[in-house]
């Protein structure tokens, strides 16, 4: 029995930045042998962008290419992409995130990889979709995931200009996506003993996503947009403390927690106050309401504010930075994070895979690759001989 779900899963992965890798980076955990390939003189556009403030540590590179191997080959000569299809022989799942021009330029379109090898599943990743008047358009979460799919405009308050995302998330949303699609079509393979492609885009993640909006959207040609603080349920809203903390609040079925919500505030004396005591009433005064609130949660400090809450079983969390998550108990109770051991660094901790499976858990194994660490290797297992790599190296096929 494999001691992994995706051990003896071979991957290719023509990728660069960080959505397609990530998808590597998952399947990786739960032990696909993952070879990245990157080019030989430039290697992945990722590696050295994250060296800002002089850490010690490409850490966005760690990320999406911890548990692969590296290997430097030049697809843009054919004898490159003879090399690839040597690979891909073999392999079970592609990955790439070249658009659909540089797919054809370099021969390495599913018409042309299927060919080579039925079973393959051939998972591409692009900004918006491998059809379309944009599809060769570039694509980078912030623009595809965030600004077209409608995200940038729905989360900020009235009259405010859109708020500046935060790098990567879109890209791992999509990372996700494209996993969930390659193991699905990885499972239709063993029902079926043939492969399939394998489309993700950042635009229509970034859409399904706020799918909740595009519901409204396309049902009536309109969409809620955010509103003020102000005019938000004072029961579903975001509170100061006095430690210049916040505290989100999210009671959508409100009536439950109203006497709980006025007892832990102080508030108990418009409990039964006719101009809150339902929910429609609540609404029609939501500005008085919340301006009580929000004096209410400025008295105490956020450790202060916690054990009340709890104590009348209100629903909310602390609004936490990215330094707060770093040291929360529950996120590191239920594994979010993993200490690894660099071959230089000592321990380092990563964020890891977020799915948890019982019985083969995923694991980081090994930290990310160096450029072409393993390119003699991978070419071995691959039928070459050491004088074919002495010939490759010649070529400048590989480093």
Same mark, same amino acid.
């Given at each position: ?40 003189? *430039?290697?992945? =556009? ?22 692969? &191997? ?26 790439? =995130? ?7 330029? %370099? ?29 060769? &358009? ?19 308050? #009235?009259?405010?200009? #859109? ?37 993700? @885009? ?12 595009? @519901? ?5 040609? +309109? %969409?809620?947009? =955010? ?13 100061? *403390? ?8 999210? $009671? ?59 104590? $009348? +079983? ?27 051991? $660099? ?18 858990? =995923? @694991?980081?194994?090994?930290?990310? #690759? ?30």
């Amino acid at each position: 029995m494999a001691n992994k779900a995706l051990e003896g899963i071979k991957v290719v992965e023509v990728a660069q930045w960080v959505a397609a890798p990530g998808a590597g980076a998952l399947l990786a955990d739960w032990g696909a042998d993952v070879v990245h390939i990157e080019h030989p003189v *430039t290697g992945d =556009s990722m590696r050295g962008l994250s060296n800002v403030g002089g850490l010690a540590v490409d850490w966005l590179f760690e990320l999406d290419n911890r548990n692969k &191997r590296s290997m430097t080959l030049d697809i843009s000569k054919k004898e490159g992409q003879l090399v690839l299809y040597k690979l891909i022989e073999k392999a079970d799942v592609f990955i790439t =995130s070249l658009r659909p021009s540089e797919l054809k330029r %370099y021969k390495l379109e599913y018409t042309a990889l299927s060919r080579v090898n039925p079973r393959l599943v051939y998972a591409s990743l692009t900004g918006y979709g491998n059809k379309g008047p944009d599809k060769e &358009r570039r694509g980078y979460d912030v623009s595809a995931f965030w600004a077209r799919s409608g995200f940038m405009a729905s989360i900020r308050e #009235p009259d405010m200009p #859109p708020l500046f995302p935060r790098g990567g998330m879109g890209d791992h949303t999509a990372s996700i996506a494209m996993a969930c699609g390659i193991t699905t079509a990885l499972y239709a393979r063993e029902r079926t003993g043939v492969g399939q492609e394998v489309d993700v @885009s950042l635009y229509n993640t970034g859409v399904w996503v706020l799918s909740i909006d595009m @519901s409204c959207a396309l049902a009536t040609g +309109e %969409y809620a947009p =955010s509103r003020k603080r102000s005019e938000t349920p004072a029961m579903t809203n975001v509170y100061q *403390t006095r430690d210049n903390k916040w505290i989100y609040f999210v $009671h959508l079925q409100q009536d439950p927690y109203w006497p709980g919500f006025c007892k832990a505030l102080g508030l108990e004396h418009i409990e039964k106050d006719d101009r809150f005591n339902s929910m429609m009433s609540r609404m029609m005064n939501n500005d008085e309401l919340f301006t009580m609130a929000e004096q209410a949660m400025a008295k105490r400090t956020l450790a202060e504010w916690k054990p009340i809450l709890d104590e $009348h +079983e209100l629903i909310y969390a602390p609004v936490q930075d990215p330094t707060d998550v770093a040291k929360d108990e529950q996120a590191w109770a239920n594994d979010f994070f993993a200490t690894v051991e $660099h071959p230089t660094l000592g321990k380092i901790k990563l964020v890891a895979n977020p799915i948890k499976l019982s019985k083969m858990p =995923s @694991s980081i194994r090994m930290t990310a #690759p160096q450029s072409g660490q393993h390119t003699e290797e991978v070419l071995l297992e691959n039928g070459y001989s050491w004088d074919d790599i002495a010939r490759l190296k010649e070529q400048g096929l590989i480093a």
